[in-house]
DNA sequence: TTGAAAGCGCTAACAC
DNA sequence: GTGTTAGCGCTTTCAA
């Protein structure tokens, strides 16, 4: 069995209160009981019960993060920022992965599991708008993303409308204005889709060039496969176009892919952004132009709202907080870096 | 405040004893007084405490994984994979990130975070066979991955050898003989690396063919750069092979970008294959060939043996699992699918 | 089948 | 400065 307050009080020879002012720092503890107790505590090994101390102080030290998945690679960044920032501050994440679900999204809500964190961290990805009055948990909520913008939580998202324009702006800037989109979301207004949609055509309208539904690609799911398809439909469409805006970093991969295999080339017959700025980036060939939308940003900010509203859960009205984005300009759109042409000459 | 026991019970006009009884489904409640006592838990809504519960009871219902990053795509999917057989337990996953650091790693290990749970699924890479005797905690743990075989607790791993050696067979089947290896650690013997490395061995080894350091690429990162810079080289110095061998998908896609890119064909003149499975193979164009080392097996089965050393800490001497793994064959090696080749004909 | 009582290890008033 | 005293909400003997 552990050792506990008393045994440490014993072994010092003090009364157990005394112990925990040591252990929580209370200023008034002479010097020399103060070392007595700390001898005594790391004779014993002793280390305070959590479930003891949450019990009586009413919280656990801990956050969940919901998010659909974590094989979703922006998810799993999203998750590996907030777990940092949570660590800056001596708390511990616990991950519920609700697989984008509505149903699985309502239950984590209502979970009982949500007790033994403080607050909680939730991406709805099956929730919309239209749910927003079921947006309600028993602990702080911070949420995340841009499904639900009318809760009435405090809300951290992206500047998604401005920064797709900024990308779009970027390429516009290079002299490319037939412009493919892929990934839009038939008849989504808000939402990723529909907000980066929107900054898309703004980007256009501000210098007059007329937006064409035919270098758009519609589709529901953003996996890499179908930023591939898309390619493949809008090559054997026969369409026109010198760019390529990705709504996110995976469709824009894909598409990126297809295009090369075709025989384009990046940028120099069409030039690739995507929206992100995951790791992956970095790596691809050519590394891929995209946007930082401020995912670490979003991770501390997100952290330290809900912090605040742990401590002081009427404080001041729920906060609508945008995060800082910029252009990140690699070889997909900027010029790629040349490859040696020495043949393996096997097989 | 929220509803507790008492208050159920005085709705319900029992006593409070009766009313933990139902909670936790004790078999001689009478009907009657148990559907009184639902109906006043319903009415106010009552939660039970985990707090309350877990100081009681000496369990937390949550398990620990420590994992060096989640953006590192294996380690993302992992912890997905850990996260869905918790939660089909009732279980919650919390997570802890070591960055793959040494010293991290033991101050997790020696955290007094790690109460929060039950027990502990570690996954050390900062941390090597020389630190075995290091690798306690003070609550249940299991071991995950390569870095470390000679500890005294329960162990699941990945069939290293086998399945390194089972993707070069592949190769070989299909008329590669000169199969160069991306990834290599100099002088590893265990680890990922080593271990992959012999299994390739192994299997040259088995068919007579000699092991040719030249086509081996050597490096200390397994990032998708290390890949590409890895067959640059390789390129670079004219040797001879029909076939890469990556020691993870990440490295293998690299590779398979800078072939791509010097005008190589995948697979004709030059089949890939990698290791891990990660999600994202099924993407790529071509789609990887790789190994399934059977990661949500892992994960099932560490969350198993977890949970049989949580109820009986001192039961059977520690296990050593490896899972099954299977090879798993597409375009990269077997062929790739046609892209339409329709011209964009644009910029 | 149900009730009473004890106590898990800790924090926080409040007394000394 | 230090000690005493109550609980936090629950599970678990044990008795009725």
Redesign the interface.
């Known amino acids: 069995m552990a050792a506990t307050l008393h045994d440490v009080a014993r072994v010092a020879g003090v009364s157990f209160k005394t112990v925990s002012n040591v252990i929580n720092n209370h200023p008034h503890v002479r010097p020399v009981t103060r070392s007595k107790v700390e001898a005594a505590i790391a004779e014993l090994g002793y280390?305070?019960?959590?479930?003891?101390r949450?019990?009586r102080s009413g919280h656990?030290?801990?956050i969940t993060l919901a998010v659909p998945?974590?094989?979703l690679?922006y998810f799993?960044?999203l998750?590996?920022a907030v777990?940092?920032a949570a660590?800056a501050r001596g708390l511990?994440?616990?991950?519920?992965?609700t697989g984008g679900n509505r149903e699985r999204e309502l239950e984590v809500l209502s979970s009982?599991?949500l007790?033994?964190s403080d607050g909680l961290l939730f991406s709805p990805l099956g929730l919309g708008e239209e749910d927003a009055a079921l947006v309600k948990s028993?602990v702080p909520m911070v949420l995340l993303g841009e499904r639900i913008f009318s809760g009435d939580c405090d809300h951290v998202t992206m500047q998604n409308v401005a920064a797709a324009r900024a990308a779009t702006d970027h390429l516009l800037d290079l002299g490319?204005n037939?412009i493919a989109v892929v990934g839009a979301h038939d008849g989504e207004v808000i939402g990723s889709a529909g907000l980066r949609l929107r900054g898309y055509r703004e980007a256009l309208a501000a210098r007059g060039i007329a937006y064409d539904d035919s270098i758009v690609a519609y589709m529901w799911s953003w996996?890499?496969?179908n930023g591939?398809a898309a390619m493949?439909e809008?090559?054997?469409?026969?369409?026109?176009?010198?760019?390529v805006f990705g709504m996110n970093d995976t469709l824009a991969q894909?598409a990126m892919?297809?295009?090369?295999?075709?025989?384009?080339r990046v940028p120099?017959?069409?030039a690739v952004i995507g929206f992100d700025d995951l790791?992956?980036t970095?790596?691809?060939?050519p590394t891929l132009s995209t946007v930082d939308p401020g995912r670490v940003e979003i991770a501390e900010t997100a952290i330290r709202v809900l912090l605040e509203r742990i401590m002081h859960p009427d404080g001041s009205a729920p906060q609508e907080i945008e995060t800082t984005f910029k252009v990140v300009a690699r070889e997909s759109t900027l010029g790629q870096a040349t490859?040696?042409?020495?043949?393996?000459?096997?097989?």
Not at 47 to 52: D, H
Not at 257 to 264: E, F, H, N, S, T
Not at 282 to 285: A, C, G, K, P, T
């Open positions: 280390r305070p019960n959590l479930a003891a949450s019990l656990t030290g801990a998945q974590l094989k690679p799993a960044e998750a590996d777990i940092a660590e511990v994440v616990l991950i519920e992965q009982p599991r007790q033994m028993e490319r037939r996996h890499r496969s591939a493949r809008l090559l054997a469409r026969g369409v026109t176009f010198d760019a894909g892919r297809v295009l090369q295999q075709a025989g384009y120099e017959d069409v790791d992956e970095r790596y691809s060939l490859v040696p042409a020495h043949p393996p000459s096997g097989s």
